[in-house]
């Protein structure tokens, strides 16, 4: 279900950026969310599989393998930096810019072999800020869902 759900939040806002073919989404929100939510394993699969499924949907197949590797990175370590033994909200931010850092990079490769050096760089201001805002919206969310979740009896964060 979190597979669908990044994939389809993807899809709803795709504005696109001309010089790499790329586009600005919210998808971010749902893998920061599942990763902060559902741990390292859920945020790599649903922010990999997930992502490349709006990818392909929308026309970008050629480019799935790359977000496959780099959202499923920034899920992953996005994940593993939350439940760091410090400060929950601390924890949740370092994982946003830790996991930031490996989409920013990962597509920024990317970019580079399809589209040359000038039209990557031209995009990382894009990226940065959909990690920006997509950790926001992640945080925000993961915070909401555990809490309901926790007086639920549905998760134990602890």
């Known amino acids: 279900m979190l597979i669908a ?3 389809a939040v993807t899809m709803t ?3 696109p950026f001309p010089p790499t073919r790329g586009f600005f989404n919210l998808g971010d929100s749902m893998v920061f969310f599942t990763a902060f939510t559902f741990g ?14 709006a990818d392909i949907l929308l026309g970008y ?4 393998p790359i977000t496959l590797v780099t959202k499923g990175t920034e899920g992953l370590v996005a994940g593993v930096v939350s439940r760091l ?7 949740m931010g370092l994982g946003v810019v830790a996991g930031g850092i490996c989409m920013v990079t990962g597509y920024f490769l990317g970019e580079w072999a399809y589209y040359g050096v000038g039209n990557a760089l031209a995009e990382i201001p894009v990226n940065i800020t959909q990690v920006a805002v997509g950790g926001t919206v992640g945080i925000a969310i993961s915070y909401l869902v555990s809490r309901f979740l926790q007086r ?6 602890g």
């Open 5 to 7: 759900l990044t994939a």
């Open 61 to 64: 197949g050629y480019f799935a």
């Open 152 to 157: 639920s009896g549905k998760l134990s964060l």
């Open 85 to 91: 033994k410090i400060n929950k909200g601390w924890a």
């Open 40 to 53: 390292w394993r859920a945020g790599g699969i649903c922010g990999g599989i997930g992502s490349m499924v």
């Open 13 to 15: 806002v795709a504005i």
